[in-house]
């Protein structure tokens, strides 16, 4: 049995060894749009757009900046140990889409089926073993009535909170660092007050103004792609598109920015603009009506029968939205970053087309390209079709998973798989977004007939049609033979 183990195994290595030339030159570009639905571009007149990290990319220094704000609130405000001030944002630690365990204070990644990533449970700023994990849970599993609520938030019972947003990246960085110190100094403390600290804190830094103000201060210093977002809005409007804007930033923040962005005339550009939407509740909330904001911020008291282009509008609802439009139905596409403020409402209730931004997916398409990802896959796909017609030890398996998961983030892997599994994060795009793609930028490649098509890959139950759905199914069966 050992000889013909051994035999089939290097058979198999030698045929996947084979391969990899055949896979790694059929590279992905990351200028691609990739669907979850089939999308006609022909059938799209209106397009609308969330601002932050949709028209608006911002450099990292915008991170460090919210960290530090946040931190120092924590110690004026909230009387936390000055020791944090030793603690800086850590660019690299953590990935969007993570679950947050609030009366554990645990940060982890947890797939499609609600089961934790073992290998990315985080206390502090430090690995939990295994065993503990899984003696904490029971298991892996989380159970539907502790995952967090629709809109990813702690609430109602729930005891965990899911980081859904690029903003969330400094307040996952925050809470680390925080857990960080009080372990360290064998401080005893409640992990629910610390996380709502630092949820307050965080919500500070944007509620009471100061990131914005930050901003408009040294705006070339933490905005970046600004000519990409100006050509996707110019291409639109010389096609005859209407256009709109709806965000939750201020009017004041909105304008600088796009005037560095887009130029003093950004407004001509949009059909209706939303200021302060407060989404979700946006979405869903029909009692709020809008407001009309001047030149100057001053607010006006007037009632509004009709949404004006070159006019500002604050708060109001989608309900009123299309009565005073009539854009509903699958002839809008709107575009925003975060899944389930921006998009999951759009999509379930309202059936307008929905368009993810997802700047992580270019960082990660270049390490898909790299011929070093190309090989751990490829040998990683080999080695599980083996184990799984021989039924052996899954040791090397286990270690070629761990190689793939540090390649994309060595604290928690990539943004879109857990393994074998999607994310819980890649289960609640491909739900809510028709499309998805790493800028708006990437409109510029296709023409305004173009229908986008989600790949058709065979279903478990289904028998592969096309070769590239079972090249390892085929080598493993050829090992068998020569066996």
């Known amino acids: 049995m050992p000889e013909r183990l051994w035999s089939v195994y290097n058979e198999t290595k030698r045929q996947t060894e084979g391969l990899i030339p055949a ?31 949709t028209l608006a990319f911002y450099s990292r220094n915008l991170h460090t900046l919210i960290f530090n704000i946040a931190r120092d609130i924590l110690i004026t405000n909230h009387r936390y140990p000055e020791g944090l001030l030793n603690y800086e944002y850590i660019p690299n630690f953590a990935v969007r889409g993570l679950h947050y365990d609030v009366q554990k204070a645990l940060l982890m990644k947890i797939d499609a089926f609600h089961y934790i990533q073992l290998g990315t449970v985080y206390r502090g700023l430090h690995p939990v073993p295994d065993e ?16 967090s609520d629709f809109y990813g938030k702690s609430s109602h019972g729930h005891t965990m909170k899911q980081f859904m947003d690029i903003f969330s990246l400094p307040e996952m960085s925050l809470l680390s660092c ?29 509620v009471k103004g100061i990131m914005y103000r930050a901003v408009e201060a040294d705006i070339e210093k933490y905005i970046c792609y600004g000519e990409q977002s100006h050509a996707v809005l ?46 979700p509740g946006f979405f869903n909330d029909r009692r709020k009506p809008f407001r009309r904001v001047t030149d100057k911020g001053a607010l006006l008291w007037d009632r509004i029968h009709k949404l004006e282009k070159g006019k500002i509008y604050k708060q109001g609802n989608l309900y009123e939205f299309l009565r005073l439009t009539g854009w509903t139905g699958s002839k809008v596409l709107y575009f925003g970053d975060h899944i389930y403020s921006d998009l999951a409402d759009l999509t379930l209730k309202h ?28 040998w990683l796909q080999a080695l599980t079709g083996l184990i799984e017609q021989m039924q052996v030890r899954r040791l090397i398996k286990t270690k070629r998973s761990h190689e793939t998961k540090d390649i ?43 229908t986008f098509f989600p790949r058709r890959t065979p279903l478990q139950h289904e028998s592969p049609f096309w070769p590239e759905h079972s090249p390892y199914a085929n080598m493993l069966h050829a090992a068998q033979s020569n066996e």
């Open 234 to 279: 110019k291409k639109l409007s010389e096609h005859g598109k209407k256009m709109f804007l709806i965000t939750n930033s201020p009017f004041d923040f909105v304008d600088r920015g796009m005037n560095y962005i887009v130029g003093k005339d950004w407004q001509d550009l949009f059909d209706v603009v939303i200021v302060q939407a407060d989404k």
């Open 132 to 147: 503990e994990v899984i003696a904490m849970y029971d298991g892996c599993h989380v159970p539907l009535e502790n995952m």
């Open 178 to 206: 925080v857990n960080d110190f009080f372990m360290r100094h064998n401080i005893d403390y409640e992990p629910v007050h610390l996380y709502k600290d630092v949820k307050e804190a965080i919500r500070d830094v944007h």
């Open 408 to 450: 994309f983030n060595p604290q928690f892997g990539s943004l879109f798989r857990t393994y074998h599994n999607p994310t819980y994060f890649s289960r609640r795009l491909s739900r809510f977004a028709d499309i998805y793609m790493a800028s708006i930028s990437c409109l510029l490649n296709y023409d305004f007939q173009h």
């Open 23 to 53: 896979i790694a030159a059929n590279s992905v570009n990351p200028d691609t749009i990739f669907a979850n639905n089939e999308m006609s571009l022909r059938d799209t007149e209106i397009y609308g757009f969330d601002y932050d990290y």
């Open 351 to 378: 059936g307008w087309r929905t368009g993810a931004i997802i700047p992580e997916l270019r960082k990660e398409i270049k390490i898909m390209n790299t011929e070093q990802y190309v090989h751990m896959m490829a």
